[in-house]
């Protein structure tokens, strides 16, 4: 018996022996050498450049610099809110257009969908700002919103699809319009399905949003850029990219870890709640019997 569960246990998966364990031991103290080998190479090519003296960090001592990059970010977080915003309407119009009884509706929602989804984002940024003449965040705005709203229409596209097709059928027999179907029945059990895709693509669009200096919008990454071009300072290229980096790898942590705790409160609080019900007590079972 006890041979037997043995075998069970490890149908799917050997238990690794002495000398497997030994050996795995092995490999994970040579990678762990070798990342810190590679962080201590780093660090040593950092301070044999210079890269931490205090020439290069002291632009970041003064007032005006920290006023710069607090308004760099400021302008990033206003770029990042109305494309996440407007992405998100503009993926909910082209997801109903593509899932439309209508046709010409279908085709037209789905060309437009494929068509700025193939369409590099920068692209499109640079054609609203030259060709069309638009102001730099307007510019940047829309060319995210663009690209981020068509990919979220296939998103929502497929969360309402992956809904078993019985709920749709038992919504319909209870003579429930599409309307309704789709906003009583799909949408709330399929937007379990797209909330993680959803914030993924909108750290994207956060990503995204330091394109915005290629067309002078003074986010972000520009004001690091004003700072690392300094001369004063000796060109603190290093710095900025070290002081930036984990600003912007910070935000796009945030947004994931608010993703998965999306996820894990809606797995713990679902919408449909047991009911209780009381228990049996005797009374009539048929008319006209006491």
């Given at each position: 018996?006890?041979?037997?569960?043995?075998?069970?246990?490890?149908?799917?998966?050997?238990?690794?022996?002495?000398?497997?364990?030994?050996?795995?031991?092995?490999?994970?103290?040579?990678?762990?050498?070798?990342?810190?080998?590679?962080?201590?190479?780093?660090?040593?090519?950092?301070?044999?450049?210079?890269?931490?003296?205090?020439?290069?960090?002291?632009?970041f001592a003064y007032e005006g610099i920290q006023r710069l990059l607090l308004r760099g970010l400021g302008n990033t977080l206003k770029a990042f809110g109305f494309a996440a915003l407007f992405s998100l309407a503009l993926g909910a119009v082209l997801a109903t257009g593509r899932l439309s009884d209508h046709r010409p509706v279908r085709w037209l929602a789905t060309l437009l969908v494929e068509f700025f989804r193939a369409m590099p984002v920068l692209v499109m940024i640079f054609f609203i700002f030259v060709a069309l003449k638009v102001q730099p965040l307007?510019?940047?705005?829309?060319?995210?919103?663009?690209?981020?709203?068509?990919?979220?229409?296939?998103?929502?596209?497929?969360?309402?699809?992956?809904?078993?097709?019985?709920?749709?059928?038992?919504?319909?027999?209870?003579?429930?319009?599409k309307t309704q179907v789709m906003t009583y029945v799909l949408v709330p059990q399929g937007i379990r399905a797209m909330l993680p895709t959803i914030i993924s693509q909108l750290v994207v669009a956060l990503k995204d949003t330091s394109l915005g200096f290629l067309i002078t919008y003074e986010e972000f990454l520009h004001a690091g850029k004003l700072i690392a071009s300094n001369l004063d300072y000796d060109l603190p290229?290093?710095?900025?990219?070290?002081?930036?980096?984990?600003?912007?790898?910070?935000?796009?942590?945030?947004?994931?870890?608010?993703?998965?705790?999306?996820?894990?409160?809606?797995?713990?609080?679902?919408?449909?709640?047991?009911?209780?019900?009381?228990?049996?007590?005797?009374?009539?079972?048929?008319?006209?019997?006491?």
């Open positions: 018996m006890t041979a037997q569960l043995s075998r069970e246990a490890t149908a799917l998966y050997d238990i690794p022996g002495p000398r497997t364990q030994q050996r795995h031991l092995l490999y994970g103290l040579v990678s762990t050498v070798l990342i810190l080998g590679l962080l201590g190479w780093i660090v040593y090519l950092l301070f044999d450049t210079d890269q931490f003296t205090s020439t290069k960090w002291s632009p307007p510019a940047l705005v829309a060319g995210l919103t663009l690209y981020n709203g068509s990919v979220l229409a296939e998103v929502f596209r497929s969360g309402v699809n992956s809904v078993e097709r019985g709920q749709k059928e038992a919504a319909f027999s209870l003579g429930m319009r290229f290093i710095p900025v990219v070290m002081v930036i980096s984990p600003i912007y790898i910070g935000m796009c942590m945030l947004l994931s870890w608010f993703a998965t705790w999306m996820a894990r409160r809606q797995k713990r609080n679902p919408k449909t709640e047991a009911v209780d019900v009381a228990p049996a007590e005797p009374g009539t079972l048929l008319p006209g019997v006491q």
